[in-house]
Nanobody
């Protein structure tokens, strides 16, 4: 089983930056694609970004393209989400996820973190 724990959430002003981290309890190496999702108040959980097992391929939802960067360090068994130029609309609980095999843009990931709150103030 894979256990994921997120770190780095907090309160930032609009236009600011924040980096989220997600640590896996075991070494998953390049066998697992990973992703970030978020859930805003009163809304369903939505896709944010995904990355292939090797880290060679990434993709994002349109609203964060050019502002967010997903990356991973397989030696450290850690996933990252660098968030720049944050907007109030980015306020949500952010979740990291892992799945065995290729990337996915949906919620069909087998493993999920507990979530970390990101609040962007104006």
């Amino acid at each position: 089983q894979v256990q994921l724990v997120e770190f780095g959430g907090g309160l930032v002003q609009a236009g600011g930056s924040l980096r989220l981290s997600c640590a896996a309890s075991g070494r998953i190496f390049g066998s697992y694609a990973m992703g970030w999702f978020r859930q805003a108040p009163g809304k369903e959980r939505d896709f944010v970004a995904t990355i292939s097992g090797s880290g060679s391929f990434t993709d994002y939802t349109d609203s964060v393209k050019g502002r967010f960067t997903i990356s991973r360090d397989n030696a450290k068994n850690t996933l990252y989400l660098q968030m720049n130029s944050l907007k109030v609309e980015d306020t949500a609980v952010y979740y990291c996820a892992a799945r065995y095999g290729t990337i996915s843009y949906s919620s069909d990931y087998g493993y999920w973190g507990q979530g970390t709150q990101v609040t962007v103030s104006s």
